[in-house]
C-alpha cells in the first residue's frame, strides 16, 4: 500500500520540550516537505528537501529543524525555541511537481 | 512578497447548482496551479492540476486559467453535499528567499452545499 503516513495523529507537550514529528513515504518521491497550517489559515512551508542529505528552509523555518537520512523519511522537529508550535502539521512528497499530503498530525503544547 | 488571494467565504449554493471558485495570484512568472481540497480536520487532497491557458475537465470539476489575468477558478457542476469542504488554490511561484520554486497556498474558500 503506497503512500504517506505520519505520526502520531495527535501529539501533546509542555511548553519548553522539543518534540520530533514523523513522516515516512514510500512512493519513492524524491522531494519531502513539511507544512505548518493555522486555524483558517493556508499552509505555511517550514523546510523542504529535495534529496537525500539535503533540505532548505521554507517561510517559516525559525524554531524548527529537520533531516533527511533516507530518502523515504524527514522527521521534523519542534524546538523549545519555537513560541507557539500548537497547530496542524502536514507532511508532503512530491513527484514531476505535484504535490501529495499525508494524513497530518495535530501538535498541542501547553 | 509572493501572493495567493482566495476569498475565504463562506460560500453557499443548493445542492445541484454549479459552485464558483476564484483565484488570484501576484507571480507572472507561474507556470503550474492546483486545486486541493480539505475536509474538516482532514489533510489536502488534490482534485485538479492545471498547466496552461484554457479549461480542464475532470469529471465535475473544471479549472480554467488565465496567465494574463493571472487568475485561476475551479467549478463544481451538480454540487452535493458531499463537496462541502475548504478549497485550496496553490500555485508555483519564486520561494520568499528567491531562491526557488514552491507551491504557495492561499487561505482557501469554505464551500458549504446546501441539501
Known amino acids: 500500500d503506497g503512500g504517506i503516513t505520519q505520526s502520531p495523529k495527535y501529539l501533546f507537550r509542555k511548553e519548553g520540550q522539543n518534540v520530533t514529528l514523523s513522516c515516512e513515504q514510500n512512493?519513492?518521491?524524491?522531494?519531502m516537505y513539511w507544512y505548518r497550517q493555522d486555524p483558517g489559515q493556508g499552509l505555511r512551508l517550514i523546510y523542504y528537501?529535495?534529496?537525500?542529505?539535503?533540505?532548505q528552509k521554507g517561510d517559516i523555518a525559525e524554531g524548527y529543524s529537520v533531516s533527511r537520512e533516507k530518502k523515504e523519511s524527514f522527521p521534523l522537529t519542534a524546538t523549545s525555541a519555537q513560541k507557539n508550535p500548537t497547530a496542524f502539521y502536514l507532511c508532503?512528497?512530491?513527484?514531476?511537481?505535484?504535490?501529495?499530503f499525508g494524513p497530518g498530525t495535530r501538535l498541542t503544547v501547553t | 512578497q509572493k501572493e495567493v488571494e482566495q476569498n475565504s467565504g463562506p460560500l453557499s449554493v443548493p445542492e445541484g447548482a454549479i459552485a464558483s471558485l476564484n483565484c488570484t495570484y501576484s507571480?507572472?512568472?507561474?507556470?503550474?496551479f492546483f486545486w486541493y481540497r480539505q475536509y474538516s480536520g482532514k489533510s489536502p487532497e488534490l482534485i485538479m492540476s492545471?498547466?496552461?491557458?484554457g479549461d480542464k475537465e475532470d469529471g465535475r470539476f473544471t479549472a480554467q486559467l488565465n496567465k494574463a489575468s493571472q487568475y485561476v477558478s475551479l467549478l463544481i457542476r451538480d454540487s452535493q453535499p458531499s463537496d462541502s469542504a475548504t478549497y485550496l488554490c496553490?500555485?508555483?511561484?519564486?520561494?520568499?528567499?528567491?531562491?526557488?520554486?514552491?507551491?504557495?497556498f492561499g487561505s482557501g474558500t469554505q464551500l458549504t452545499v446546501l441539501p
Open positions: 528537501s529535495q534529496i537525500v542529505n539535503d533540505f
Open positions: 508532503a512528497s512530491s513527484i514531476f511537481g505535484v504535490q501529495y
Open positions: 496553490a500555485v508555483n511561484m519564486i520561494s520568499f528567499s528567491g531562491s526557488a520554486r514552491q507551491l504557495t
Open positions: 492545471i498547466y496552461s491557458n
Open positions: 512512493l519513492n518521491h524524491d522531494a
Open positions: 507571480d507572472r512568472g507561474s507556470q503550474s
